[in-house]
């Protein structure tokens, strides 16, 4: 996000305070589904807590679902490690299996709210058809992430299926390990991404 550079807007980059808006509503919207989950939010609460009309919410986003979408694709950034150009496979996927170890902290403070929406999102099909399309512009960006540092050659699968794999392994192994921490350690993640080496 930009930062303003004079009082009251001077100097400040058009759309500037559009952005503030906007991170204002994705911000309050957030701690409201923490509260109460997707199914429960309404316009008119975020609204309300944000100090804003529902006109401001209209005005950045185009209906409820919009603004959840928003709060997700904020809140649920995909995992993203320090790759090594010329390492192993089996190096690179023990960089994103210690990625992961390290995201397990800061994610199981959103699981609740990843899990209701996923359960949201099951049962609201344009919002579900909405993440699809979220998911493959983060698989592009996965795919061509991966081929900058591994050639496709060395891959178990060709790469558009092998981050959909990454990426269900991913979730499912830090949702089980939200779950059952004492049978989900940092060594079961690491075993089960060398796995796939």
Not at 22 to 33: D, W
Not at 57 to 64: M, P, S, T
Not at 124 to 144: D, F, G, M, S
Request: glycine share 6%; hydrophobic share 45%; net charge positive.
């Amino acid at each position: 996000m930009t930062q303003q550079t004079g009082a009251r807007g001077e100097g400040a980059p058009k759309g500037d305070k559009r952005e503030r808006t906007r991170a204002k509503l994705i911000e309050v919207a957030a701690q409201v589904i923490g509260e109460k989950g997707y199914e429960r939010v309404t316009l008119e609460e975020v609204a309300r807590r944000a100090g804003m009309t529902r006109g401001a919410i209209y005005g950045n986003f185009k209906n409820r679902d919009d603004l959840i979408l928003a709060v997700v694709t904020t809140r649920w950034q995909p995992i993203a490690p320090s790759w090594r150009p010329g390492a192993s496979l089996k190096e690179q996927l023990r960089l994103l299996a210690d990625a992961v170890v390290a995201s397990v902290p800061a994610r199981r403070t959103q699981a609740v709210g990843a899990f209701s929406f996923q359960q949201y999102a099951l049962t609201h099909e344009e919002l579900r058809a909405r993440l699809v399309e979220t998911n493959i512009a983060i698989y592009r960006w996965a795919e061509h992430s991966v081929l900058q540092v591994m050639p496709e050659s060395i891959l178990p699968m060709p790469v558009d299926q092998f981050v959909k794999v990454l990426h269900a392994l991913t979730e499912g192994l830090l949702y089980l390990r939200f779950l059952t921490p004492e049978l989900i350690t940092d060594e079961v993640i690491r075993a089960a991404f060398e796995a796939l080496a």
